[in-house]
């Protein structure tokens, strides 16, 4: 398994396979008031509080603002991190993107730190994509390639209505990330009146479920997963004599055999069904004859 970078969302890397796989873009997906900017301030938080560098790129607030959002939350020793060094905010004002010159790539480059590993955060990027044309809007690739290459990136998308084409035009990041998480809220006060769902996580099993969070002051986003809904993504070795069995089974295939097995064993340590994964096994077994 690739190495995981944890996320500093309570709840949020038992249903994700242990974090975001390093050197991965992730996107955080939803409307006004959901909570995208503190999923970026926990995530944040918890690389800097154990010695990691993180490039903040805000489009809608500034340093004082960040400090000040941070504080109301309990989230108060960004300020440490900031005059320590290891924490740089980057306030980019939505009208300049009007212009040619602003560009994401230079800007990444420039603060990229000697650090194998960066963690960075762009909050959000909507505004970015709602100045490009179709043509410049693959340069998005470019940026998303960029930022893998320095760290492990989280950015937040505003969900736009379906009726605003510009806007619909600027989802395209979607397309391109490597994980999508949608937030929602309802506003009716329930106990999923906010919800989380795992849209996509790619090279990865992740919970496929409605998970309701809280924002909850000191904390942040708090997800409200069961037992049931972790175990559901969580690996079983209930069944690892059958796997064996398979795997023994398959190498005496000529040609395809090792490679056979290979793929067993990877279902084997990717298994997490209650169920027995002999009629799977029998099926491949008389398929790859």
Known sequence: MSKRVKSGIY?????????????????????????????????????????????????????????????????????????????????IYGEDLAFP?????????????????????IDPLTHYSMFLDDEKRKSLSTIFQSLRDYGTSVITLEKSHPNDAINNGSLMPLYLGDTVIHLDNLGFGELFNRTLRVAKHRGSKHGEGLYPYNIESGLG??????????????????????????????SNIDIVGEKLAKRIEHLRNDWNHSESPEYILDLVTKNEK
């Open 11 to 91: 709840g949020l890397d038992e249903l994700i396979g242990g974090g975001f796989r390093k050197n991965t873009v992730n996107i955080v997906h939803g409307g006004i008031g959901v909570g995208k900017t503190t999923f970026c301030f926990q995530y944040a938080l918890f690389g800097l509080n154990r010695g990691e560098k993180v490039v903040f790129i805000s489009f809608e607030m500034t340093k004082e603002q960040i400090i000040r959002d941070c504080n109301e939350l309990g989230l108060s020793e960004i300020e440490e991190h900031i005059e320590s060094g290891n924490l740089k905010i980057i306030h």
């Open 101 to 121: 010159t602003i560009s994401l790539v230079d800007i990444l480059k420039e603060n990229k730190t000697d650090t194998d590993h960066i963690r960075f955060i």
């Open 221 to 250: 986003i708090v997800i409200l997963a069961s037992e049931h809904d972790i175990n559901k993504v969580t690996t079983t070795k209930e069944f690892d004599e059958q796997f064996i069995a398979a795997i023994k089974q398959v």
